[in-house]
């Protein structure tokens, strides 16, 4: 059973824009911290954001943006729908990667993610 299903993916010139999207299981979304990563080949996997549960429960921030994506890539979610979305903007070529999304067991986004979607591949032509 898929628990994790992203979209939005695409080829884009540099300087364009994508969102992409993941929708999660109704029982478990609206409880449970999201996150992106990405994977370039030959690279490790990269953590680029991250957004607590709307419990209530999290101190601090509840969101995360790692450097190489803060101020041009925006995470948001939308329990309603059960989906967490990646707003991509001023995109580099550098961020050509399959992207991935993750949930993990908990409301704060620091920590383990158990559960991962298949991706969704974006490529950024210069």
């Known amino acids: 059973q898929v628990q994790l299903e992203e979209s939005g993916g695409g080829l884009v010139q540099a300087g364009g824009s994508l969102r992409l999207s993941c929708r999660g299981s109704?029982?478990?979304?609206?409880?449970?911290?999201m996150g992106w990563f990405r994977q370039a080949p030959g690279k490790e996997r990269e953590f680029i954001a991250a957004?607590?549960?709307?419990?209530?429960?999290?101190?601090?921030?509840?969101?995360f943006h790692a450097d190489s994506v803060k101020g041009r890539f925006t995470i948001s979610r939308n329990d309603a729908q059960s989906t967490v979305y990646l707003q991509m903007n001023s995109l580099k070529p550098e961020d050509t990667a399959l992207y991935l999304c993750?949930?993990?067991?908990?409301?704060?986004?620091?920590?383990?993610?158990?559960?991962w979607g298949r991706g969704t591949q974006v490529t950024v032509s210069s």
């Open positions: 993750a949930r993990r067991e908990g409301s704060s986004w620091r920590g383990l993610y158990e559960y």
């Open positions: 109704r029982r478990t979304f609206k409880s449970s911290a």
């Open positions: 957004i607590s549960a709307n419990d209530g429960s999290t101190y601090g921030s509840n969101i």
